[in-house]
């Protein structure tokens, strides 16, 4: 899509006018235009998931390699019907999960054109929770194939205005629908009969899954590096994403040892430090602190979600030239933290001892 779409920006309110503002969202998608719309975990590019021209459209829109396959939203998990094999594992998951932060790979049936799934023979399932993304699924009355609203390389949208610095002028509609909740994109599971596999850990923790599913592993690439010869089991898998435009350095090692680091580093250039509320004041000193990006408390793992991809813009809109982050660990929505920030970082992890 060029850069002269003219774009309608709303913001959904409560009131009357939203259900105008839907329908005319809704319509758009049936005549295979693009809407960015909010969901629980991040925004939405969001097209005709039938409709073979609004997948690339989507694709343009974004600046995405066409091989990398497209999640398609659905109002109820049984919609899933209509465009992929379920199995018995996947209604399980459902019961427990959907609608939520969860999304399935099935094999994919032919109502889903091969542009959307880049050429694969399985789809990405996903039954949003956010009402607004519930009611546009539903009034457009077909799935709406959705990668997350920001172009390609740079963080996930986690409100309107990161949406509009990517998109404007490249979508027909964006609907704001405030701060996303969770602020992490959905957990991904590849089933393979009874067999799942973790993807991309989100919302729905590794733990959850292993309380409704007998058999659960985590797909290596989660947590470590891809060699440069191996096919990635999600071709998404593949690209560096989620990075900003200065180098991130993640830090392990003594607590105090490493604020005394970010003490002399400050001094050296433009050093933005994503740090704990809790440390604001410590690494502040005699600074303005202009360049301390809290993510909310250290033990607080929901607000470091919600907060990390607007972070990382900010660290960028300030012109910061390095910027530094606390390694997390690996336990419960801490994987998935873990997974976003190691490849922000290009994997770059310096431990201080
Ligand atoms: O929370 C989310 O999942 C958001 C919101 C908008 O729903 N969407 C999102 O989409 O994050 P996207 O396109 O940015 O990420 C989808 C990931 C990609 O890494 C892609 O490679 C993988 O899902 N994927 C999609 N279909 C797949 C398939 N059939 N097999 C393996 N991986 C797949
Ligand atoms: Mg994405």
Do not use: W
Not at 167 to 195: A, F, P, Y
Not at 201 to 210: E, N, Q, R, S, W
Not at 255 to 263: D, G, H, R, S
Request: aromatic share 4%; hydrophobic share 40%; charged share 25%.
């Amino acid at each position: 899509m060029s850069d002269s779409v003219t774009t309608k920006t709303v913001k959904i309110t409560g009131s009357k006018s939203d259900e105008k503002n839907l329908q005319y969202a809704a319509e758009l998608i049936r005549q295979g235009k693009l809407v960015v719309f909010p969901t629980e975990t991040v925004y939405g590019l969001g097209g005709n998931a039938t409709d073979p021209t609004a997948a690339k459209k989507i694709y343009e829109a974004k600046g995405r390699p066409s091989d990398n396959p497209l999640i398609i939203h659905i109002a109820e998990p049984r919609d899933a019907e209509l465009y992929a094999y379920t199995s018995p594992t996947y209604y399980k998951l459902a019961a427990s999960f959907m609608p939520g932060p969860l999304t399935v790979i099935l094999p994919k049936k032919d109502t889903v054109p091969a542009s959307v799934t880049g050429g694969l023979d399985s789809v990405a399932i996903r039954c949003p929770s956010h009402s607004i993304a519930h009611s546009l699924i539903e009034k457009a009355g077909v799935a709406i194939a959705a990668p997350s609203a920001n172009l390609s390389g740079k963080p996930s949208p986690t409100c309107a205005e990161h949406v509009i610095d990517d998109l404007l002028g490249r979508v027909d509609m964006i609907i704001d629908g405030g701060e996303s909740e969770i602020g992490l994109e959905s957990t991904i599971v590849k089933l393979d009969g009874e067999k799942a596999i973790l993807l991309r850990p989100g919302g729905i923790t590794f733990d959850a899954l292993c309380c409704v599913l007998d058999d659960v592993t985590i797909n290596p690439a989660v947590a470590e590096q891809l060699a440069a010869n191996e096919r990635p089991l999600s071709p998404g898998m593949k690209y560096k994403h989620y990075a900003p435009s200065a180098p991130l350095t993640l830090l392990s090692g003594d607590e105090k040892k490493v604020t005394e680091f970010l003490l002399a580093e400050q001094k050296a250039q433009r050093t933005a430090i994503l740090c704990y509320d809790e440390e604001i004041s410590l690494l502040k000193g005699d600074s303005n602190g202009e360049l301390l990006i809290p993510i909310g408390n250290r033990d607080d793992l929901d607000a470091q979600a919600r907060s990390l991809f607007a972070a990382l813009r900010k660290a960028d809109s300030l012109g910061a030239e390095k910027i530094y982050a606390h390694l997390p660990n690996m336990n419960g929505l801490g994987l998935a933290l873990y997974n976003r920030m190691i490849r922000a970082a290009a994997h770059t992890v310096k431990n201080i001892d």
